[in-house]
Nanobody, 124 residues
Framework: QVQLVESGGGLVQPGGSLRLSCAAS????????IGWFRQAPGKERERVSCFNSGDGDNANYLNSVKGRFTISRDNANNTVYLQMNSLKPEDTAVYYC????????????????WGQGTQVTVSS
């Protein structure tokens, strides 16, 4: 069964950090383009970060998270991470990971596989 499962969300104070995990089963993440997306209440979903298969050194980031968030891949554990530092209240959202055989699926927001999402709340 093909599945993506996110974890690591929670409540954190402004300036804090969280690391989100996205574990894949039923397919090999290394062969897929990966993206992290988020959706805040009343707002459209936006792409936070992504990279192509086998291209972990050339990640793309939303301008508002550049320098604070880092996407990475652990091929041995078939897991992708999103390290989030210096969190701000405006980072509050449900975060989703997605996988697609081609980067176009991630860039268009029409990925083949999506996780169920994990809530991140940044508040004092």
């Amino acid at each position: 069964q093909v599945q993506l499962v996110e974890s690591g969300g929670g409540l954190v104070q402004p300036g804090g950090s969280l690391r989100l995990s996205c574990a894949a089963s039923g397919f090999t993440l290394e062969n897929y383009a990966i993206g992290w997306f988020r959706q805040a209440p009343g707002k459209e979903r936006e792409r936070v970060s992504c990279f192509n298969s086998g291209d972990g050194d050339n990640a793309n980031y939303l301008n508002s998270v550049k320098g604070r968030f880092t996407i990475s891949r652990d091929n041995a554990n078939n897991t992708v991470y999103l390290q989030m530092n210096s969190l701000k209240p405006e980072d509050t959202a449900v975060y989703y990971c997605a996988a697609s055989p081609k980067i176009s699926g991630i860039l268009s927001g029409r990925a083949d596989y999506w996780g169920q999402g994990t809530q991140v709340t940044v508040s004092s």
